[in-house]
């Protein structure tokens, strides 16, 4: 399995939650993981947020960021481009996606595109959702 993970699948590998051992097990069975280079800063933010609303300890809070950064130079991590910002521009205009999640949908094609081979799709959100299987990508989760 080829697997591209946005921010809000990537982070339940760190965070145990809804959803995290659906993920679990879709990185291990994959050949390939991969995310855009924006979901670095998003996982960051989300750490963050939950150290400060969530009340997640401090030594918690450093571990899940040592575990991402262990973990990043494991991914295919697609870089932002102009192309790429395009690419997302006009999807953001297709499906009605918000920016960034438009930009995952960008980078999941791209990666699709590239392997020339199916890719599945992990996001918690709906309409990004929608929009993924609509432009031929596999999703992990069809349950929504």
């Not at 009605?96 to 020339?116: F, G, N, P, Q």
């Amino acid at each position: 399995m080829r697997l591209y993970l946005d921010t809000s699948a990537l982070v339940k590998l760190h965070v145990q939650e809804e959803g995290s051992s659906l993920v679990q097990g879709a990185v291990e069975r994959a050949a390939l993981v991969a995310t855009s280079a924006l979901t670095y800063v998003e996982a960051r933010a989300a750490f963050v947020r939950l150290r400060h609303e969530a009340g997640i300890s401090a030594v918690n809070y450093q571990r899940v960021v040592r575990d991402l950064d262990a973990d990043w130079s494991h991914y295919l991590v697609v870089q932002v481009t102009d192309r790429l910002i395009r690419q997302g521009a006009r999807l953001s205009e297709a499906h009605r996606l918000r920016a960034y999640d438009a930009i995952h949908l960008a980078s999941a094609v791209a990666v699709k595109e590239r392997m020339a081979e199916p890719v599945t799709f992990g996001c918690w959100d709906r309409g990004l959702q929608r929009a993924a299987k609509g432009e031929g990508l596999e999703l992990l989760r069809d349950r929504r």
